[in-house]
């Protein structure tokens, strides 16, 4: 019979942590990423404003704020920039003053057609099958649903 004493607890290393495994994965993708927008003149969350445009154009700050998974603080300085480079309009929703529509112009949409083949060069780049990859991005998904379930104790 064994000791309840004696069962030891997993050691800890970096190795078998889920947040240094995600924390790296996403260094790498990210590195990927920002290599390649450099030629284009974009950061990689310019990018993702750019590929939420391409998918529904003319939405609210506040929509694509959920949709790209940011706070509006953080919407404004990097939609402001793409808009001082004529990427996008913000414009007053009819009806609704306090309200602002992005939309891409058409230098917009033609910097969106140069770089959309970016995500499928970094796909490339993680020599991951298609398999891998879907089931990655389905781990991660419901990694971030599970978003607000823990709460601290103590």
């Not at 309840?4 to 590195?31: E, M, R, W």
């Not at 020599?127 to 991005?137: C, D, G, R, T, Y």
Request: glycine share 6%.
């Amino acid at each position: 019979m064994s000791d309840a004493n004696s069962i030891k607890a997993p050691v800890v290393t970096l190795d078998n942590q889920l947040c240094f495994a995600l924390y790296a994965a996403s260094n790498t993708v990210g590195h990927h990423y920002q290599t390649l927008l450099k030629s284009y003149g974009l950061t990689y969350s310019q990018y993702l404003v750019l590929m939420a445009l391409a998918e529904e154009d003319g939405i609210s700050i506040s929509a694509l704020a959920k949709r790209l998974e940011l706070s509006k603080a953080t919407m404004t300085p990097l939609l402001r920039r793409l808009e001082e480079r004529g990427v996008l309009l913000r414009q007053v929703r009819k009806g609704n003053e306090r309200q602002k529509l992005i939309s891409l112009t058409n230098a917009g949409r033609q910097l969106w057609e140069k770089s959309r083949d970016v995500s499928a060069e970094v796909f490339t780049l993680t020599k991951l099958s298609k398999v891998e990859a879907n089931e990655v991005i389905r781990i991660c998904k419901k990694i971030v649903h599970t978003q607000g379930t823990v709460s601290a104790s103590g």
